[in-house]
């Protein structure tokens, strides 16, 4: 199975401002996906922005954007101008492009946004 | 609406007993799959199936079954086998790649099961 994995249990970030969230991954590779989950407390897994490996431009949508750094196998979430809204567990995940097509999670990131 | 619609939304089971987890989606997807959600384990693979008649074992099978009699259903069985069932059960399900490149996956709101 791939490896996802999310160094952060919790994180916070003040209203208004910027936060990133932090991604690695282990994979042999070179055409895959790449994608943030959002999940607030009614627990619905809810897509945030994806990422395809071979697209060297990174994903960006509204307020959120990645950094991903191909050879280092990461893949980091911006969160700018951070609402109250955003308070969720947000997690990493990875899909091989063929074959089952199946998520690989994190573990996942919690986040607070301080008013 | 379109969309997947999973129930019930909470559920208990004594010990020992079978239960049956639905999934119910509108979207006309192909692929189907079941993901278990515990605490600090983020989300795990039970089984998927990616055409009616056809489904595979994830990673975390043992003690759960399946059945994909239809392209809308994909229930989830959670058989007395399974030693520690309590957890929150999502489905999901995703195009096949000829549609949109078939990238994105579209959850249910979950089933949470506790075992009483």
């Known amino acids: 199975a791939q490896t996802v994995t999310q160094s952060q249990p919790e994180m916070s970030v003040q209203e208004a401002e910027t936060v990133t969230l932090s991604c690695t991954y282990d994979t042999s590779e070179s055409d895959y996906y790449l994608f943030w989950y959002k999940q607030p407390p009614s627990r619905q897994m809810i897509l945030v922005i994806r990422?395809?490996?071979?697209?060297?431009q990174n994903a960006t949508e509204n307020r959120f954007s990645v950094n991903f750094q191909k050879a280092a196998k990461s893949f980091s979430l911006k969160i700018s101008d951070s609402q109250l809204g955003d308070a969720a567990m947000y997690f990493c995940?990875?899909?091989?492009?063929?074959?089952?097509?199946?998520?690989?999670f994190g573990t996942g990131t919690r986040l607070t946004v301080i008013p | 609406d379109g969309g997947i619609t999973q129930s019930p939304k909470y559920l208990f089971r004594k010990e020992g007993q079978n239960v049956t987890l639905s999934c119910e989606q509108n979207l006309n997807h192909d692929a189907m799959y079941w993901y278990r959600q515990d605490p600090g384990q983020g989300l795990r693979l039970i089984y998927y199936s990616q055409i009616v008649n056809d489904f595979q074992k994830g990673d975390i099978a043992e003690g759960y079954s399946v059945s994909r009699e239809k392209k809308e259903s994909f229930p989830l069985t959670v058989t007395s086998a399974q030693k520690n069932p309590t957890a929150f059960y999502l489905c999901a399900t995703r195009t096949g790649e000829l549609h949109h490149g078939g990238t994105e996956a579209f959850f249910g709101q979950g089933t949470r099961l506790t075992v009483v």
């Open positions: 995940a990875y899909r091989h492009k063929t074959g089952a097509n199946n998520l690989f």
């Open positions: 990422q395809e490996a071979y697209k060297q």
